[in-house]
């Protein structure tokens, strides 16, 4: 089998702009695809819902995984891709959806992870890749 090199997340097409035009550096999400990932591997970023396809990519710089996915905004403050508000509507929204029987037995929180980037670029041309790329993301491999 071949070894694993990076991995590729779906992002919507509005908020790509933000590594490559506002400078920021972390992608957070909830923890998915982790356990094989390690700091200088590449994350390829799969803009999906409009004009799809990879449309860049970056280094994993560090790999922080935490429960309480605001915590990330104490230490990496606006680098962040998205704004506190973003990912407060987003858990309030996935707490609405969790079924009441999974809220009676306190079912645990999901932990979210964070991938701090660098040498982020964007490629000149939308790539379209050989297989869907899930909302968990896909393992790239040499």
Same mark, same amino acid.
Request: avoid cysteine; glycine fraction near 6%.
């Given at each position: 089998m071949n070894e694993i090199t990076g991995v590729a997340f779906p992002v919507s097409k509005r908020y790509t702009n933000r590594f490559f035009d506002d400078g920021r550096t972390v992608f957070i999400k909830p923890a998915t695809l982790f356990k094989? &990932? $390690? $700091? #200088? =591997?590449? &994350? %390829?970023? !799969?803009?999906?819902?409009?004009d799809t396809g !990879? %449309? #860049?990519? /970056? $280094?994993?710089?560090? @790999? @922080? @995984? =935490?429960?309480?996915?605001? /915590?990330?905004?104490?230490?990496f403050g606006d680098a962040v891709f998205l704004t506190k508000e973003e990912v407060t509507a987003y858990v309030e929204d996935r707490e609405r959806l969790q079924g009441q029987r999974a809220k009676r037995r306190g079912a645990k929180k999901k932990a979210w992870i964070a991938l701090e980037l660098e040498d982020i670029r964007r490629y000149e041309t939308i790539r379209k890749p050989d297989r869907f790329v899930p909302a968990g993301g896909k393992y790239l491999r040499e």
């Open positions: 094989k &990932l $390690r $700091r #200088g =591997m590449k &994350l %390829v970023l !799969y803009q999906s819902h409009e !990879y %449309v #860049g990519e /970056a $280094r994993i710089k560090r @790999i @922080i @995984i =935490m429960d309480d996915p605001l /915590a990330f905004f104490d230490t």
